[in-house]
């Protein structure tokens, strides 16, 4: 049995080669975390923040939790403060709304996260941050996948890194190399306080459906996931169909 220090560095270790692959976070950076009061943003938060004391490096990291207040969900903020305190990590907690009767064609899940983007991206180029990182991990990256080539006839994703407005900043993706379960594991391990009412629509989304079909995938080879997520980047386009 590994002591839980072992496995917090396992992870960070985890984090830090996502950030040195894909070059997320440079010297003298200022990062934006998305908090969102789960698992995913604690762990992302905690792990940036805590490799910093083992760099001869050094990045400005601040948290963001944006709440949007029309939908039915409920973090633990007296948890989220005290959490990022522990850190020495700024947090700003930002109140708003989201107008659900826009547009009746678009689901609520696309409406909520579509409005809480624009306000961090806001933030990011209000207060001249050039880096803006969300908690999207493995699975997150081999879902979307799926959901475009099913739903979209399209091969694309999540990718580590994405320039936003002509390099206005990064949108970056740290927890990229870790898998769902290695996370709530570290979570568990930490004690990480849960969302206190989670969101009504969460399991009504496609989303549900395709994180069901990669378990049964899982069924059939144990390494489905990483397989699935390597083949982004190991396309041999020349045995596949082509427009030409």
Known sequence: MHKPEDYFLKIEKSVGRAINRYS????????VVALSGGKDSFVMLETISER???LPVYYEVTAVYVHIKNIGYETDR???KSFCESLNVPLHIIETEA???RDKSKAICFICSWHRRKILFDFVKQEKFNKLALGHHMDDAIETLLMNMISN???SSMPPSLSMFRGEFDLIRPLILLTEDEIEQYAKLKKF???IKTCPYASGTGR???KKLVREMSLIDENARKNIFNAMSNIHSEYLPSDD
Do not use: P
């Open 78 to 80: 007296v948890f989220l």
């Open 52 to 54: 910093r004391k083992r």
């Open 193 to 195: 306080s849960s969302q």
């Open 208 to 210: 549900a459906s395709v």
């Open 99 to 101: 107008d659900l009767d």
């Open 24 to 31: 997320l976070i440079k010297e003298n950076d200022r990062v």
């Open 153 to 155: 006839g399209s091969m």
